[in-house]
């Protein structure tokens, strides 16, 4: 093995120019597997997806196996990758692993995009719902994340919204405080009264009239809090219910949709297998010919429309 040939990259350059290894740094057992890895690493640099998992667990293989500090040079010299190049392939392959194959025949650059996207996102690209593009799995990221920010919103928003039970106490609160309010406002009424009817009042009573007024304005000053509160809850409690209403409209929209369009491939399929041949047109009746002009009216109308969202799309893509 002390005589084996350095291999060369697929970008092989003149000898004299060529960057390489020193494969004698090693010892055999270590010389022959990192031969190994770099003649299958050069050949995958053609970059498919596959391809660039292979060579991420192949730096890790290499990067694991060699002495610290002989790694970017050997990735250098014998690969011409740089250390930033070298992570992200090992960020590929720690990420997808063998679940690269569902991706079908992704693009580099939006493979490289998916590193960061949530599990759903990468569930729709594997369902084949999001197109294989680097902007579309960036406005898929943006759409999941601004649903992860509105869901957040409404956890928070019912986190700090009083529940029922705490409103009917807020009520309850408020009607004992009235309740005590009107008793200590006769009371003082009453004094007053008195104070009326007799010229002079003892000094005693005099201080307990003044008592119950200020106990009189305080209760007025907790109820008119304790009112706004209970508007404020309310009013928040009525804002969240339309919310929650808002997003269940569109969870149903987005259900309708589906179920719908399942119903026209599945009828669309069986429309196709049931066409006439041309034999058979002879034996059409007018009631058959109108059918046909309405399928036709329907299939136009409904090509219309999917020019419209593909238009519509095609913009929300290049905008994100």
Same mark, same amino acid.
């Given at each position: ?10 970008? $092989? ?26 003649? $299958? ?8 997806a596959e391809d660039v998992v292979r060579i991420g667990l192949n730096l890790r293989a290499v990067k694991d196996r060699l002495p610290h500090g002989h790694f970017m040079t050997w990735a250098k010299?014998?690969?011409? &990758? ?30 490289? %995009? ?7 996102? @990468? ?44 409103? &009917? ?7 004992? &405080? %009235? ?15 008195? %104070? ?15 008592? &119950? ?13 304790l009112s706004r509160h209970l508007a404020s809850a309310t009013s928040q409690a009525r804002e969240s219910v339309l919310e929650r209403n808002t997003l269940s409209h569109e969870q149903q929209t ?16 069986? @429309? ?6 041309? @034999? ?6 007018? $009631?058959?010919?109108?059918?046909? %002009? ?23 893509? $290049?905008?994100?």
């Open positions: 093995m002390s005589s084996m040939q350095t291999p060369q990259r697929q970008d $092989e350059q003149a000898p004299d120019q060529q960057l390489t290894f020193d494969y004698s740094l090693l010892d055999e057992e270590t010389r022959h597997f990192v031969y190994q890895k770099t003649v $299958e690493t050069q050949g995958y640099l053609k970059r498919t010299g014998e690969l011409g &990758l740089s250390r930033q190049s070298c992570q992200n392939f090992m960020r590929v392959a720690e990420r997808f692993g063998e679940r690269i194959h569902r991706f079908g025949a992704i693009p580099i650059s939006a493979l490289y %995009e998916l590193l960061d996207a949530p599990e759903d996102v @990468l569930r729709q690209i594997e369902e084949q719902h999001i197109p294989l593009t680097r902007p579309a799995v960036r406005a898929a990221k943006e759409q999941a994340r601004q649903g992860t920010v509105e869901e957040h919103h409404l956890t928070a928003s019912s986190e700090q919204m009083p529940d029922d039970t705490a409103l &009917l106490q807020l009520r309850q609160r408020i009607m004992l &405080l %009235e309740q005590e309010r009107l008793q200590l406002s006769q009371e003082v009424e009453c004094h007053k009264q008195r %104070e009326r009817e007799e010229p002079v009042l003892p000094a005693q009573v005099q201080q307990h009239i003044q008592a &119950l007024e200020r106990q009189v304005r305080e209760l007025s000053a907790q109820r008119e809090t987005r259900t309708r949709w589906r179920e719908h369009t399942t119903e026209f491939v599945r009828g669309g399929g069986m @429309l196709l297998s049931s066409m006439p041949s041309a @034999l058979m047109l002879d034996t059409f009746e007018a $009631e058959d010919w109108t059918r046909l %002009e309405q399928v036709e009216q329907v299939l136009a109308q409904l090509l219309q429309a999917i020019d419209r969202i593909r238009h519509f799309s095609s913009h929300t893509v $290049e905008a994100g």
